[in-house]
């Protein structure tokens, strides 16, 4: 599948871009985690199918892989993430976001100030419950989940690569990004789950799908039910063999869901 550049501009100082990829019909738009990148939708468009009425478009973000997190100190990812979308030669029909990105999308949603779209997708996103209090004990547990995340997502994107490379290699290149992403990053995903449970999601009306895996702590057992109650509009699906990445892990299986999620939509321009 061969991309181009759509349009490139800048947002409180962060380059923000968007990739449009082959496609005829209304604009899917796709929001990548941290310290992924767009390129790392690929696999997940090809199990979507190239026979579905969408033109895609894929967001480069400043909390993108190799990115710095000065931006921080100055704004917030949905602030940036409504920027990138405004970048956009038409509204999405569908949204999709994941993980880091998924959680700006819903902050997005839970202010009404998202573009009018006939549908989101939220993959792996993390939901704090509101009897879930924030204590140390949350921040090391958060910082834990952190890194392994990050590590999880570079060999990843090593893809068959990590299989040949010497295995002190790959954890050698994981505790580098570790050390660039730096506190800066992880402050940035802890204040973003810590103020979930205070989201309104009961005012969304935008048809929401929530795809999750068992295997990722970040929304499971008592975070997966809180969601539930918190975002009545959502569906809520969990994998019970999926993890962090089950999108790309496990795209067949995902992207069926995603499928029947919009044949349900009473929109006609997604089902």
């Not at 082959?22 to 390129?39: C, K, N, Q, T, Y």
């Not at 400043?62 to 100055?74: D, K, L, M, S």
């Not at 979930?196 to 999601?201: E, P």
């Amino acid at each position: 599948m061969t991309w181009y550049p759509v349009v490139e501009a800048e947002c409180h100082g962060e380059r923000l871009a968007v990739h449009r990829g082959p496609g005829r019909g209304p604009a899917l738009v796709l929001a990548h985690g941290m310290e992924d990148s767009w390129h790392t939708w690929q696999p997940f468009l090809d199990a979507l199918g190239a026979d579905l009425p969408f033109t895609p478009y894929a967001l480069d973000l400043p909390w993108r892989a190799g990115a710095e997190y000065e931006w921080v100190h100055r704004t917030s990812p949905a602030t940036l993430l409504r920027h990138a979308l405004a970048l956009l030669p038409e509204p999405p029909a569908l949204l999709v976001g994941h993980s880091f990105g998924a959680n700006a999308v819903l902050e997005l949603l839970a202010a009404a100030e998202l573009p009018a779209a006939d549908g989101v997708v939220l993959l792996a996103p993390y939901f704090r419950p509101p009897d879930d209090p924030v204590s140390w004990r949350l921040f090391d547990r958060e910082l834990a989940r952190f890194r392994a995340v990050i590590g999880e997502g570079l060999r990843l994107r090593l893809g068959r690569r990590r299989h040949t490379l010497d295995p002190d290699l790959v954890d050698t290149m994981v505790a580098k990004a570790l050390d660039r992403v730096g506190p800066l990053g992880f402050v940035a995903l802890l204040r973003q789950f810590i103020t979930t449970a205070d989201l309104g999601l009961d005012t969304v009306t935008v048809p929401t799908l929530v795809v999750t895996g068992a295997l990722d702590p970040a929304l499971a057992g008592a975070r997966t039910e809180a969601l539930r109650r918190a975002m009545p509009v959502a569906s809520v699906h969990t994998r019970s063999d999926g993890g962090h990445f089950c999108h790309l892990e496990q795209a067949a299986a995902v992207t069926a869901e995603i499928r029947r999620f919009l044949a349900a939509l009473p929109t006609p321009t997604v089902a």
